[in-house]
């Protein structure tokens, strides 16, 4: 008798639990969508004409008008569009420089692709960085008595900023001073403080300088 209880008792408490479990099946919100996020590319390098296979999240069930850009290039021709994974043809002109994936407006991080057979000219320091740093405000609240100073190579080089150094050479997107000035730094306010901020184009630019090596060129 006390085991036919106990076995009763075992088979009821079984089937709320699973009851249970799938009483909350369907009404959990979907997850919202978060920005487009790139994590590899397949292959690793490329020519153009050939294919790409993008690999990430958040891009979207379908292409509709969202779009991808390789090297500056858009392309136009894609093969695959799904929310993990977009594969497409390197656009004929494209040259190495940053992937990225814009979905309703919102850009991806940008990753550095390496397309085959052409040559990328070195982004100047003195030419095309410095001017950036001098024309938007950044030399002067950061060129006295802030702990970062950007108004030479040597003191933007030094490291001994609050987080310690801004540049990382050799990876652009993974530089403290990118992610300010992309808005994706864990601390503080976007750069320039108040704004107005820079175009895409131009922190792309820094950010190939830096992946460049970060020269004193
Ligand atoms: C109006 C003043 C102002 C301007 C203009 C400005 N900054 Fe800043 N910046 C700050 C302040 C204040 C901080 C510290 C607080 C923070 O991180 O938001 C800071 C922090 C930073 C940091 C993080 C350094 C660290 O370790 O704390 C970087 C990198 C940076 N700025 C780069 C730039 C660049 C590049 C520009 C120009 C495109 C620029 N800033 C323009 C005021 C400014």
Avoid at 29 to 37: D, N, R
Wanted: with cysteine; charged share 15%.
């Amino acid at each position: 008798m006390i085991r036919t209880y106990f076995f009763l008792a075992f088979v009821s408490a079984t089937f709320l639990a699973v009851i249970g479990g799938c009483s909350d099946m369907g009404s959990n919100p979907p997850k919202p969508a978060g920005p487009p996020h790139i994590t590899s590319f397949q292959p690793d390098s490329a020519f153009a004409g050939d294919t790409l296979k993008i690999v990430g999240t958040d891009f979207g069930a379908s292409k509709g008008s969202s779009t991808v850009t390789v090297g500056g290039k858009n392309a136009d021709t894609i093969y695959l569009w799904s929310a993990n994974e977009i594969r497409l043809k390197i656009p004929a002109a494209a040259v190495t420089g940053n992937v990225t994936v814009t979905v309703g407006g919102t850009a991806s991080n940008a990753v550095t692709f390496k397309v085959r057979g052409t040559v990328v000219a070195d982004v100047s320091f003195v030419l095309d960085v410095a001017p950036v740093f001098a024309n938007n405000g950044c030399v002067g609240c950061h060129g006295g008595t802030n702990n970062l100073r950007v108004d030479t190579y040597a003191r933007l080089m030094l490291g001994t900023s609050l987080n310690g150094p801004v540049i990382t050479p050799g990876n652009g997107e993974g530089s403290v001073i990118i992610k300010k000035l992309r808005g994706t730094a864990s601390f503080g306010d976007r750069m320039p403080q108040g704004g107005p901020f820079l175009s895409n184009s131009v922190i792309d630019k820094i950010s190939l300088w830096i992946t460049q090596g970060a020269k004193n060129n």
